[in-house]
């Protein structure tokens, strides 16, 4: 596994937090940030002087842009450049991809090299403030961790309503479907590391940030479904229940993780809040439904479901109150897609459905109990994820014999 050192407590020097992190619609749980190593020290016995430098330039690149972007990433704000001329998100996931095909040099068909550098990373989730490992697969992992990070952030820009020409009326660019790419880069290393490592970078959290970005694909389906005109109500109550199901495992994943204060407390919230929000969403279509029957159960049902709706919604927003509220500070984008037609429509046919069949039928006949909501299989999974080739300078000429 290699030599493991962790630093138990933040010091405040290295891991820094913003006080706020702006408007959130896909939250992204902070960003590790990589610590320059000495390459040449390490391996310049090892591997001929042009390939030590191109290493040593790449990821003194990222360290240098990470930096840069780690205390802004989460803003809201879209930032062309940062003070010092540089980089951007999109950047900085350009300079992980060059990167990444020269790191794989270290690992490639079980090389000796692989324990020779020692990776320093700083936590965010994590109870120690950094944890390093003479393990060039942590730093693989560690690469493709802030991969996906990244697109969680831009998928964040993409998704915040923007204020349009007609007035606030949501636009939604179609690159949120980038989200559908970043569960493949979590779920493909799963198995490469298990022992010692943080925990921003264990199975639990890993599944659970594959599991909300699906979660949060259905999310963006179901408000497309409730646009068009020709979507059934079967349609949106199945988008409603996958919801709840991706929801629900990822909180499962997440809730008995030794999550820090700070950026994991604020995780284990926002799954939260989503997996209450997401079950209002499926109460509701599933009541809709069976108060579609002819008989005095399946109104008695509808209405008990509906009643469920409006209760679930409620919790919601309590959840949303206490997930902005923790540290660091965040707040709601303005109401747009499913939550902004759930707001308007739950306590509306609720209270309607209720009052109708309360009137047709006596106490006793409507169910106080929530029916049970169908189990859909999930149509979501992750895609396939492929390493990079080893980059072509590592060749027979460029390493040496060790």
């Not at 891991?15 to 939250?27: A, D, L, M, T």
């Not at 700070?262 to 939260?272: D, I, T």
């Not at 047709?360 to 929530?370: D, V, W």
Request: charge should be neutral; include cysteine.
């Amino acid at each position: 596994m290699g030599c493991l050192v962790s630093t138990p407590k933040d010091s405040g020097g290295n891991r820094r937090r913003p006080g706020s992190i702006g408007e959130v619609f896909v939250y992204i749980p902070g960003f590790r940030i990589p610590k320059a190593v000495d390459v040449s020290v390490s391996l310049g016995d090892h591997l001929s002087t042009n390939l030590v430098e191109r290493l040593s330039a790449l990821r003194t690149r990222i360290v240098v842009m990470a930096g840069q972007e780690a205390p802004t990433v989460t803003r809201t704000k879209r930032k062309s450049a940062t003070q010092h001329g540089g980089s951007t998100l999109a950047d900085l996931h350009q300079a992980l991809e060059d990167y990444l095909p020269v790191l794989l040099g270290l690992v490639k068909d079980g090389s000796h090299l692989q324990h020779k550098l020692q990776f320093v990373w700083i936590n965010q989730e994590d109870d120690t403030e950094e944890t390093a490992m003479s393990n060039a697969w942590y730093e693989v992992l560690s690469v493709l961790h802030l991969m996906a990070m990244l697109l969680l952030s831009q998928a964040n820009l993409l998704l915040l309503p923007r204020i349009s020409a007609d007035g606030y009326q949501p636009k939604v660019s179609a690159g949120y479907l980038r989200i559908c790419r970043v569960p493949s880069k979590l779920e493909m290393i799963k198995s490469i590391l298990r022992r010692d490592l943080p925990v921003d970078l264990v199975e639990g959290v890993l599944r659970a940030l594959s599991l909300q970005a699906l979660g949060q694909v259905v999310d963006i389906q179901l408000g497309m479904a409730i646009d068009s005109a020709k979507a059934t109500l079967a349609v949106k109550r199945r988008l409603a229940c996958e919801m709840v199901k991706y929801w629900q495992q990822a909180q499962d994943n997440i809730m008995n993780l030794p999550l820090a204060n700070g950026w994991g407390e604020k995780h284990r919230l926002f799954v939260k809040w989503k997996y209450v929000e997401a079950k209002a969403a499926a109460y509701y279509y599933h009541g809709l439904i069976l108060d579609e029957g002819n008989t005095e159960k399946s109104h008695g049902m509808a209405v008990a479901a509906l009643q469920a709706a409006d209760e679930y919604f409620k919790e919601s927003r309590r959840a949303c109150e206490a997930f902005n509220a923790a540290s660091p500070l965040s707040r709601n984008p303005p109401l747009w897609g499913t939550v902004k037609y759930l707001s308007e429509k739950i306590p509306k046919d609720t209270s309607s459905k209720v009052r109708i069949n309360r009137d047709l039928y006596s106490h006793e006949k409507i169910m106080e109990t929530a029916p049970t909501l169908p189990d859909f299989a999930l149509s979501l999974k992750p895609d396939e994820y492929q390493l990079p080739s080893v980059d072509s300078s590592w060749n027979e000429e460029n390493v040496n014999g060790g």
